[in-house]
């Protein structure tokens, strides 16, 4: 660079600037893969794939670009019915990954103690032989769910289940309560599925009530339902009303936002549907029809719920809800509710969600064209909604379930006497149903039957408190792409439980990249990527219309890096003793190829669409009115009465509507379940108050039991994601984490004036625990706390503070940990990987005289399960604030 | 095989070429949801170095209410453009379709063309040691293909087109949505256009606070805008 270049750069007289003089010390070898000095793509010249993203929990279907071996971009497929060819920043981070300079790509094994970062390079063979011979005796001696297999993203869709049952073990955790199991509660007692959850028809609605959800950021499914609810605000005037505790983009683009007292969005609901039955606008036939529930008993149970209440539990103006109830109604059948995290991630949540939830009901929207739709769940097999569709399953020989734990012929009876007194005794105390379904406390923790009552939720976050518990002994535990070291609850628990080599004899660890969960690790094994690798997908679409796509691979894996199917397959044939009978196939290809095999489309021609659908079949509107089709008829039972159930096979698959037998909902009673004793049953059986609102059989509104009485200088701390990462996976996407790095704390100017602080000063946050009935409730004092500066904005509650939860890593790397220097362990690092951008580090570094790479919070959130779900209550968190 | 059967991303190479006479860009802010789509697309797509935007999308609280309002900014691509006349190298040139293109290899860094832009759309490459600015992907439109801004907004907030032809839908769109130029006293004549565009986000983008207060804003220092 000549002096006058450099005179004329450093006029500008950034300190950005400063870090990237650091010498580009490049070695520039055929084989380097150096991104940032590629070049523009030639588009004549590069090949085209469509496959599916993965950079989310959306999964859209895209189409990756590649060039002389190099994924360079990626666009979105417009044959995808669901994201219709849009995509969002997030997929460009699948590159990111791929060719990040500190991705893992050898299997390691640690050398130091554990935690320590050193390690050595083995073979596959090495590292299959080790674990093979810890697995081994597992199965041989009788103790399979010794071997405890915990996932925080897996979307091979049964693959790794596979493994699990044909190991025997129950034990495939998951991060279920962490994400939506207070929200999937409701769905599952209402509508006996949970859909993915709903499909609202976003495309024609008029009217979109949102209590908490953030579709314009981060939502599952949230791209395919931006574009169309955009498309519906824009050019046809739909309105949007958010109620929020912070100015997220999704309030930020609504027609109507009103900042609401977290944990309230039920006291709203519950006075909406006060609202509508005081004005009679509700659809009574729809209601008498379908729901279970009298209007009568309704009006009474909301007797109390009016506006005017709601206000003062909700801070929202009693004549705005009254309105908003008014124009709701009014708009049906093409309005509809939406939620999320928002509503559901309190102790309140699960009864805030059904009240919601019957606000669709009691305007007869349901299955209506721009109403709240359902739509065909993932896992084409037949199930309600999947009628005629093409059946897809995992084409490998099926393995059978583990045996249920507990007493009495049929049952794992060593496991279940292994199990505290306590807990035998609660679990022997348990209905027929439940006992039938038990497999021990981390997978079926007995304190929360809800969270396996319907299908495995699992309680994910109590799952390290119990090992130190000692409610189950662990020999080999495998983490797969989970950073719960870094994003769960109380993350210093998880660390201090995989440090402690007693309770964890041996970890490891399925990864991309060196995270803080890999780096407590005793084995790595390196996962392909997205972008190399094979997957079957579907999800709802909100276009109504079911399609599936197929996930495949633009590139080999990089270095030894496998696939989950490939180094499943490969370690039962070594563990043996029957597992290899499970795992026939001999590569991934032909695997995923008679996966598909029922589609009615040649695989080569699939492979170049990258989806499949039947866009002449009739949209998912009113499934629950569709007639019994004569081929499911045959062999049932069909009763004459009105309301009576058409049973096949002892399987109840209809009901009599209208003296014809329809499909009605997949519930037991094939109506909508706005009253379901299970709550009740359930706070009976774990010994729970009836007066808790959690066990009330009936939508109800309660307090979050540490809001009430709320000291005028406590605080509710709330946290969020950010539209450009993706929970803890994304801190080392160098493009995103360029733009979101940090996560001040945001507050309401008025809350900074009472606490004396200006923007830009530094507080201190201190959080408490919880009260209600949960996890270490009432401890006193301060359970965790942190430092971090203050952002003013207008649209926060002015009680919340609020943090993002993506940042502050301290492992990932030098993107992820926000550093000058690379800091992945030398035996795994990667020659073939360069990446000429991050030499010298990253700009917004402290060591090049940026902020850094933010703060880390989440040891300081309390593990806050909710009663009988267990979902996490992350927005809860009563804190006190002192500037610093 | 007939190019009806062809899928969209097969449709590509010089004959799909569309021929423009003024190329230019209408930005709907409606519907602009500020999710970054379009600004790591374009770093991706032109490998913009970390510490360079093309596109930025900037968040703006407005001023009388609570809510945030998102806008993209690019180079406007201007008819009469002060960067172009201010480059002594004679780097930048316009091309025929009106894009304004940086020939990297004229330019000798002289950053004139920096200070003279009034949008703050150009930046150094310090990596390549070049002044770098959107260039409308000319190697994409050049193909057939859209901008990659325009191509990954998941909300159709960016169009792409012809300005001069009356029956395109950039033309049609801008004519039925009053589409305004950013800053329109620097004279500039903007190919970029801005629907529901207010003039306090004029002053406030330039003000360098994003969402974090202590973060450095690097679109602002880079691109000189605290002029």
Same mark, same amino acid.
């Given at each position: 660079?000549?002096?006058?270049?450099?005179?004329?750069?450093?006029?500008?007289?950034?300190?950005?600037?400063?870090?990237?003089?650091?010498?580009?010390?490049?070695?520039?070898?055929?084989?380097?893969?150096?991104?940032?000095?590629?070049?523009?793509?030639?588009?004549?010249?590069?090949?085209?794939?469509?496959?599916?993203?993965?950079?989310?929990?959306?999964?859209?279907?895209?189409?990756?670009?590649?060039?002389?071996?190099?994924?360079?971009?990626?666009?979105?497929?417009?044959?995808?019915?669901?994201?219709?060819?849009?995509?969002?920043?997030?997929?460009?981070?699948?590159?990111?990954?791929?060719?990040?300079?500190?991705?893992?790509?050898?299997?390691?094994?640690?050398?130091?103690?554990?935690?320590?970062?050193?390690?050595?390079?083995?073979?596959?063979?090495?590292?299959?032989?080790?674990?093979?011979?810890?697995?081994?005796?597992?199965?041989?001696?009788?103790?399979?769910?010794?071997?405890?297999?915990?996932?925080?993203?897996?979307?091979?869709?049964?693959?790794?289940?596979?493994?699990?049952?044909?190991?025997?073990?129950?034990?495939?955790?998951?991060?279920?309560?962490?994400?939506?199991?207070?929200?999937?509660?409701?769905?599952?007692?209402?509508?006996?599925?949970?859909?993915?959850?709903?499909?609202?028809?976003?495309?024609?609605?008029?009217?979109?009530?949102n209590?908490g959800?953030n579709?314009y950021e981060a939502?599952?499914?949230?791209?395919?339902?931006?574009?169309?609810?955009q498309?519906?605000?824009?050019?046809?005037?739909?309105?949007l009303v958010t109620f929020e505790v912070r100015p997220s983009n999704t309030a930020s683009k609504s027609d109507e936002f009103h900042t609401l007292?977290?944990?309230?969005?039920?006291?709203?609901?519950?006075?909406?549907?006060?609202?509508?039955?005081?004005?009679?606008?509700?659809?009574?036939?729809?209601?008498?029809?379908?729901?279970?529930?009298?209007?009568?008993?309704?009006?009474?149970?909301?007797?109390?719920?009016?506006?005017?209440?709601?206000?003062?539990?909700?801070g929202?103006?009693?004549?705005?809800?009254?309105?908003?109830?008014?124009?709701?109604?009014?708009?049906?059948?093409?309005?509809?509710?939406?939620?999320?995290?928002g509503?559901?991630?309190?102790?309140?949540?699960?009864?805030?969600?059904?009240?919601?939830?019957?606000?669709?009901?009691?305007?007869?929207?349901?299955?209506?064209?721009?109403?709240?739709?359902? #739509? =065909?769940?993932?896992? !084409?097999?037949?199930?309600? @909604?999947?009628?005629?569709?093409?059946?897809? $399953? &995992? *084409?490998?020989?099926?393995? #059978? =379930?583990?045996?249920? !734990?507990?007493?009495?012929? @049929?049952?794992?009876?060593?496991?279940?006497? $292994? &199990? *505290?007194?306590?807990?035998?005794?609660?679990?022997?105390?348990?209905?027929?149903?439940?006992?039938?379904?038990?497999?021990?406390?981390?997978?079926? *923790?007995?304190?929360?039957?809800?969270?396996?009552?319907?299908?495995?939720?699992?309680?994910?976050?109590?799952?390290?408190?119990?090992?130190?518990?000692?409610?189950?002994?662990?020999?080999?535990?495998?983490?797969?792409?989970?950073?719960?070291?870094?994003?769960?609850?109380?993350?210093?628990?998880?660390?201090?439980?995989?440090?402690?080599?007693?309770?964890?004899?041996?970890?490891?660890?399925?990864?991309?990249?060196?995270?803080?969960?890999?780096?407590?690790?005793?084995?790595?094994?390196?996962?392909?990527?997205?972008?190399?690798?094979?997957?079957?997908?579907?999800?709802?679409?909100?276009?109504?219309?079911?399609?599936?796509?197929?996930?495949?691979?633009?590139?080999?894996?990089?270095?030894?890096?496998?696939?989950?199917?490939?180094?499943?397959?490969?370690?039962?044939?070594?563990?043996?003793?029957?597992?290899?009978?499970?795992?026939?196939?001999?590569?991934?290809?032909?695997?995923?190829?008679?996966?598909?095999?029922?589609?009615?489309?040649?695989?080569?021609?699939?492979?170049?669409?990258?989806?499949?659908?039947?866009?002449?079949?009739?949209?998912?509107?009113?499934?629950?009115?569709?007639?019994?089709?004569?081929?499911?008829?045959?062999?049932?039972?069909?009763?004459?009465?009105?309301?009576?159930?058409?049973?096949?096979?002892?399987?109840?698959?209809?009901?009599?509507?209208?003296?014809?037998?329809?499909?009605?909902?997949?519930?037991?009673?094939?109506?909508?379940?706005?009253?379901?004793?299970?709550?009740?049953?359930?706070?009976?059986?774990?010994?729970?108050?009836?007066?808790?609102?959690?066990?009330?059989?009936?939508?109800?509104?309660?307090?979050?039991?540490?809001?009430?009485?709320?000291?005028?200088?406590?605080y509710?701390?709330s946290t969020f994601k950010w539209n450009v990462h993706?929970?803890?996976?994304?801190?080392?996407?160098?493009?995103?984490?360029?733009i979101i790095h940090t996560n001040p704390v945001f507050m309401h100017p008025d809350t900074g004036k009472a606490l004396?602080v200006k923007e830009g000063d530094?507080v201190?946050?201190?959080?408490?625990?919880?009260?209600?009935?949960?996890?270490?409730?009432?401890?006193?004092?301060?359970?965790?706390?942190?430092?971090n500066h203050v952002r003013f904005l207008k649209g926060m509650h002015p009680k919340v503070v609020m943090c993002s939860?993506?940042v502050?890593?301290?492992?990932?790397?030098?993107?992820?940990?926000?550093?000058?220097?690379?800091?992945?362990?030398?035996?795994?690092?990667?020659?073939?990987?360069?990446?000429?951008?991050?030499?010298?580090?990253?700009?917004?570094?402290?060591?090049?005289?940026?902020i850094?790479?933010g703060?880390?919070?989440?040891?300081?959130?309390?593990?806050?399960?909710?009663?009988?779900?267990?979902?996490?209550?992350?927005?809860?968190?009563?804190?006190?604030?002192?500037?610093? | 095989?007939?190019?009806?059967?062809?899928?969209?991303?097969?449709?590509?190479?010089?004959?799909?070429?569309?021929?423009?006479?003024?190329?230019?860009?209408?930005i709907e802010l409606d519907r602009c949801i500020g999710c970054h789509?379009c600004s790591?697309?374009?770093?991706?797509?032109?490998?913009?170095?970390?510490?360079?935007f093309?596109?930025r999308v900037r968040y703006l609280e407005q001023p009388d209410n609570k809510q945030i309002s998102f806008t993209p900014l690019?180079?406007?691509?201007?008819?009469?453009?002060?960067?172009?006349?201010?480059?002594?190298?004679?780097?930048?040139?316009?091309?025929?379709?009106?894009?304004?293109?940086?020939?990297?290899?004229?330019?000798?860094?002289?950053?004139?063309?920096?200070?003279?832009?009034?949008y703050g759309?150009?930046?150094?490459?310090?990596?390549?040691?070049?002044?770098?600015?959107?260039?409308?992907?000319?190697?994409?439109?050049?193909?057939?293909?859209?901008?990659?801004?325009?191509?990954?907004?998941?909300t159709?907030a960016?169009?792409?087109?012809?300005?001069?032809?009356?029956?395109?839908?950039?033309?049609?769109?801008?004519?039925?949505?009053?589409?305004?130029?950013w800053k329109?006293?620097?004279?500039?004549?903007?190919?970029?256009?801005y629907v529901k565009h207010e003039k306090w986000m004029e002053s406030k983008v330039n003000t360098g606070v994003q969402l974090d207060p202590k973060d450095q804003d690097i679109t602002y220092e880079?691109n000189?805008l605290g002029?």
């Open positions: 660079m000549s002096d006058l270049t450099r005179r004329h750069l450093l006029k500008l007289g950034s300190t950005l600037l400063a870090g990237a003089f650091t010498p580009l010390n490049v070695s520039a070898k055929t084989s380097e893969i150096n991104w940032g000095k590629l070049g523009r793509l030639d588009y004549t010249k590069a090949k085209a794939t469509p496959t599916i993203c993965f950079a989310c929990t959306n999964h859209c279907g895209v189409i990756g670009w590649e060039q002389d071996g190099i994924v360079r971009k990626i666009e979105g497929n417009p044959l995808d019915p669901n994201s219709q060819g849009n995509i969002c920043s997030k997929a460009q981070g699948m590159i990111s990954y791929t060719y990040y300079p500190e991705r893992i790509l050898y299997p390691l094994r640690r050398v130091g103690k554990r935690g320590e970062g050193k390690w050595k390079r083995i073979t596959w063979d090495e590292a299959y032989d080790e674990l093979a011979a810890k697995l081994r005796p597992l199965r041989e001696n009788g103790t399979p769910e010794e071997f405890v297999f915990h996932y925080g993203r897996d979307k091979t869709k049964g693959v790794t289940k596979h493994f699990t049952n044909a190991f025997g073990t129950p034990h495939r955790l998951n991060r279920r309560s962490i994400c939506s199991s207070n929200r999937r509660a409701p769905l599952m007692s209402f509508y006996g599925r949970d859909f993915e959850w709903e499909t609202q028809d976003l495309e024609n609605t008029k009217y979109c009530v209590f959800g579709p939502y599952q499914g949230g791209l395919f339902m931006v574009h169309r609810l498309r519906a605000r824009v050019e046809k005037g739909a309105k007292m977290p944990g309230t969005d039920g006291a709203v609901a519950g006075a909406m549907i006060h609202t509508i039955l005081k004005e009679n606008l509700q659809d009574e036939k729809f209601w008498n029809r379908w729901s279970n529930y009298s209007l009568e008993d309704l009006r009474k149970q909301v007797k109390d719920y009016t506006p005017e209440w709601a206000e003062q539990k909700s929202v103006k009693a004549s705005d809800i009254k309105r908003i109830a008014i124009e709701f109604a009014k708009a049906a059948p093409a309005c509809c509710t939406m939620s999320n995290r509503s559901a991630k309190h102790y309140n949540g699960m009864q805030a969600d059904r009240l919601i939830r019957t606000l669709d009901v009691l305007v007869g929207n349901v299955g209506k064209p721009g109403g709240y739709c359902l #739509s =065909s769940l993932r896992g !084409w097999s037949g199930h309600y @909604g999947q009628e005629g569709l093409p059946k897809l $399953k &995992l *084409p490998e020989p099926k393995a #059978s =379930s583990p045996k249920p !734990w507990g007493l009495g012929e @049929g049952f794992n009876e060593t496991a279940f006497k $292994k &199990l *505290p007194k306590e807990i035998q005794d609660r679990v022997n105390n348990f209905p027929d149903k439940w006992r039938k379904k038990y497999f021990g406390e981390l997978a079926t *923790p007995s304190e929360y039957p809800l969270s396996w009552h319907w299908y495995s939720m699992r309680v994910g976050q109590l799952v390290y408190p119990y090992i130190q518990e000692g409610r189950q002994k662990v020999s080999v535990y495998m983490s797969f792409t989970l950073g719960a070291s870094f994003g769960y609850p109380e993350a210093n628990v998880v660390r201090e439980v995989l440090q402690d080599e007693k309770l964890i004899p041996f970890h490891v660890a399925i990864d991309i990249g060196y995270g803080e969960q890999s780096a407590l690790a005793d084995m790595i094994l390196p996962e392909a990527t997205s972008l190399e690798r094979w997957d079957y997908h579907s999800t709802n679409n909100y276009g109504l219309i079911p399609y599936t796509g197929v996930r495949q691979p633009l590139v080999k894996p990089q270095g030894e890096s496998k696939t989950m199917p490939q180094m499943f397959r490969e370690l039962a044939h070594k563990i043996g003793g029957g597992m290899e009978k499970h795992f026939t196939y001999k590569d991934d290809e032909s695997f995923y190829k008679d996966w598909y095999k029922n589609l009615p489309m040649e695989w080569e021609e699939f492979k170049r669409r990258g989806i499949w659908q039947d866009a002449t079949r009739e949209k998912d509107y009113e499934l629950y009115e569709r007639p019994l089709t004569e081929a499911e008829l045959k062999d049932a039972s069909v009763p004459k009465g009105e309301g009576e159930l058409v049973q096949k096979g002892g399987k109840v698959i209809g009901i009599v509507k209208d003296g014809k037998p329809v499909r009605g909902f997949p519930t037991p009673n094939r109506k909508i379940n706005v009253f379901d004793p299970i709550f009740e049953e359930a706070a009976k059986a774990v010994g729970l108050p009836l007066t808790d609102g959690n066990a009330s059989s009936a939508p109800v509104f309660h307090d979050v039991p540490e809001h009430v009485n709320l000291a005028d200088d406590h509710i701390f993706t929970q803890g996976r994304s801190g080392h996407w160098k493009y995103n984490a360029e004396g530094s201190e946050l201190s959080v408490f625990r919880p009260h209600g009935h949960t996890y270490r409730a009432k401890e006193e004092g301060i359970m965790g706390s942190f430092q939860h993506h502050g890593h301290f492992e990932h790397g030098i993107v992820g940990k926000s550093d000058t220097k690379e800091s992945l362990p030398k035996a795994a690092k990667t020659p073939s990987l360069v990446d000429q951008d991050l030499k010298g580090g990253v700009w917004w570094s402290k060591k090049n005289g940026g850094g790479g703060v880390h919070i989440n040891d300081a959130l309390p593990i806050n399960p909710a009663p009988l779900i267990g979902g996490q209550n992350w927005y809860d968190n009563v804190c006190k604030i002192e500037k610093v | 095989m007939s190019e009806t059967e062809l899928m969209p991303w097969e449709k590509i190479g010089p004959k799909f070429k569309k021929s423009y006479k003024r190329a230019g860009m209408l789509s790591v697309s374009c770093k991706t797509e032109n490998e913009v170095p970390l510490g360079n093309r596109m690019i180079c406007m691509h201007c008819v009469d453009a002060p960067c172009l006349k201010a480059c002594p190298s004679k780097a930048i040139r316009k091309q025929d379709d009106g894009r304004i293109y940086i020939d990297e290899s004229r330019c000798d860094l002289e950053k004139e063309c920096v200070e003279a832009c009034p759309a150009i930046s150094i490459n310090v990596e390549k040691e070049v002044a770098e600015k959107c260039d409308f992907c000319q190697h994409r439109t050049d193909v057939g293909l859209e901008p990659a801004c325009v191509d990954n907004c998941p159709d960016l169009v792409f087109g012809d300005l001069d032809d009356p029956e395109s839908k950039i033309s049609k769109l801008a004519a039925k949505r009053k589409a305004k130029p329109p006293e620097a004279k500039t004549n903007p190919s970029v256009l880079q000189n002029k």
